[in-house]
């Protein structure tokens, strides 16, 4: 390692997760938006999983307390929005997908940040001057469901860096790197220089860490670019992209991938890689 900075903590990422999701559903009162009958129908749906798996497992005081434990050291932890989008979001994310036209989506995850620098159709993402990583230059077009382009359209894109950390979330890291929102020219084209970014580990030190090593599962996210595409009169989509033959696309912890998702960059004469995938959106 050619950096002083400490690797992130579990605590640190999940109380800065906590503080951004809060920060983008200010103003929204919780269970206040969703009627009587809807909470009794889908939380007694959950209880009732909840009583049937400690009936048919027969699950004893030991493991009951030590499950009480967990969950209030991952509120302590500020884990909840890491550990509910990796183990929960991917089936919301399918629900809604039902009803969706245009290209496919993934999950949002815990490190979105709004409000990021605007860049042109060709741009380059903010990124250290010493960034590590393979350069990838991400290009294509956005259309809508009728094959017309949609210029001015937004790529809202934030990725990890090549150890796999998000700036925002790990100490060190500038703010606004590897994110950036970039607007589509009067073709609907875009054309953004970034790194190739590394697998996610989820943090092996805090609870959601603890729960995967005692199940003996593994923490990790196949690498991934993140996308919001928006446009105006156009359903916005939340998606990820991924990397043809990368590790762990089989078996992403969060469940997240999909066979339409997979880039297969090309290494150009210069050494970069050219990944070429075009979005598109449907009308609201
Ligand atoms: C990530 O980087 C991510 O994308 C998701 C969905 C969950 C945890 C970390
Ligand atoms: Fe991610």
């Given at each position: 390692m050619t950096t002083t900075d400490p690797s992130p903590t579990a605590a640190d990422s999940g109380s800065s997760a906590t503080e951004a999701f809060r920060a983008a559903h200010q103003g929204e009162h919780g269970t206040e938006q969703v009627s009587a009958e809807r909470v009794a129908t889908v939380v007694h749906a959950v209880l009732s999983g909840v009583h049937e798996s400690i009936r048919e497992h027969e699950v004893s005081y030991p493991e009951f307390q030590a499950a009480k434990q967990w969950l209030m050291n991952v509120g302590e932890g500020g884990e909840w929005p890491l550990f509910l989008d990796v183990f929960v979001e991917h089936a919301v994310e399918e629900v809604a997908a039902r009803s969706h036209e245009g290209s496919q989506g993934s999950i949002l995850g815990p490190y979105y940040l709004p409000n990021q620098t605007r860049l042109p159709a060709e741009a380059s993402l903010p990124?250290?001057?010493d960034e590590k990583g393979t350069p990838l230059v991400f290009a294509g077009q956005v259309r809508d469901t009728s094959g017309q382009p949609v210029s001015?359209?937004?790529?809202?894109i934030w990725h990890a860096d090549d150890e796999g950390y998000y700036s925002g979330f790990a100490p060190g890291i500038p703010e606004g790197n590897l994110r950036g929102v970039v607007v589509t020219d009067e073709q609907g084209r875009f054309r953004i220089s970034t790194v190739q970014p590394a697998p996610y580990q989820i943090p092996t030190d805090g609870p959601t860490g603890t729960l995967i090593t005692a199940a003996g599962w593994h923490p990790w996210r196949p690498a991934h670019l993140h996308l919001i595409v928006r446009a105006p009169g156009h359903r916005p989509i939340t998606t990820q992209l991924y990397f043809e033959g990368g590790d762990w696309l089989d078996s992403d912890v969060a469940e997240?991938?999909?066979?339409?998702?997979v880039l297969d960059p090309q290494r150009q004469q210069d050494g970069h890689l050219l990944s070429e995938y075009d979005f598109v959106l449907e009308p609201v």
């Open positions: 990124a250290r001057p001015g359209a937004e790529l809202d997240a991938t999909k066979p339409e998702l």
